[in-house]
């Protein structure tokens, strides 16, 4: 089984409907990252989660919320979708220190018309 | 300016061939990820690398931290390699602590 999970897998909504995309780990990292990937953009961090009581917005953390929880589980929402957050997200996970791997989800891929 | 950068973005190659992609970066760290993305979209870790040279199977990668700049190469190229290679420097110091910034890809093909 893998170790970071993300569902949905693929998923295709309206403009204003609210979303909420899900992740998993069985690594027992303390760490969790959301980050969406857009073509020649690279990745880019949304929010992240050093521990369940500590949530952190990243550079792009606008129009997302998120939830931790519990160590395992890490949920990003789109309160009110909207055609621009069309993208490939991913959730990652990470031990503490300033130089572990971090271990990524398989992604969800998002359409919003 | 992007913190990271990567050269080629694009690259294509024949089977057997040497590759080398390239990242530079312009934050102060100490070590630097390579990571591998599939043409299905899923990422998995290469390497992390603090000094010098590691190498797996026909993949090697090197840094130079005074530089600033780091190698990923693949020796005797297969299709199977084909995928979006991505570099990645962690933040120090403050609230981003332990965060990435990861450069723009480089989009490798092999040709049989």
């Known amino acids: 089984d893998a170790d970071v999970t993300q569902t949905p897998r693929n998923r295709i909504t309206k403009t204003g409907k609210r979303i909420m995309l899900e992740c998993s780990q069985t690594?027992?990292?303390?760490?969790m990252y959301w980050y969406r990937q857009d073509p020649g953009l690279g990745l880019r961090l949304i929010y992240y989660?050093?521990?369940?009581?500590?949530?952190n917005k990243g550079e792009i953390s606008d129009g997302y919320s998120v939830s931790r929880q519990a160590q395992a589980k890490f949920s990003l929402s789109l309160e009110s979708a909207i055609p621009n957050q069309t993208a490939l997200y991913f959730c990652a996970t990470s031990e503490g220190g300033l130089y572990n791997e971090q271990f990524f989800g398989p992604g969800t891929r998002l359409t919003v018309l | 300016k992007n913190e990271v950068e990567q050269s080629p973005q694009n690259l294509t190659a024949q089977e057997g061939e040497f590759i080398t992609i390239n990242c530079s970066y312009s934050?102060?760290?100490?070590?630097l990820h390579w990571l591998q993305q599939h043409p299905g979209g899923g990422i998995v870790s290469l390497f992390m690398l603090s000094s010098g040279k590691k190498k797996h199977g026909r993949l090697i990668a090197t840094i130079n931290i005074q530089e600033k700049h780091s190698s990923l190469h693949i020796t005797a190229s297969h299709p199977r390699d084909s995928a979006v290679y991505i570099c990645?420097?962690?933040?120090?110091?403050?609230?981003?602590?332990?965060?990435?910034?990861f450069g723009q890809g480089t989009i490798l093909t092999v040709h049989p």
């Open positions: 690594k027992g990292h303390d760490r």
């Open positions: 934050v102060g760290i100490s070590a």
């Open positions: 990645a420097v962690p933040n120090a110091g403050g609230t981003s602590y332990g965060k990435l910034t």
């Open positions: 989660s050093f521990d369940v009581k500590d949530i």
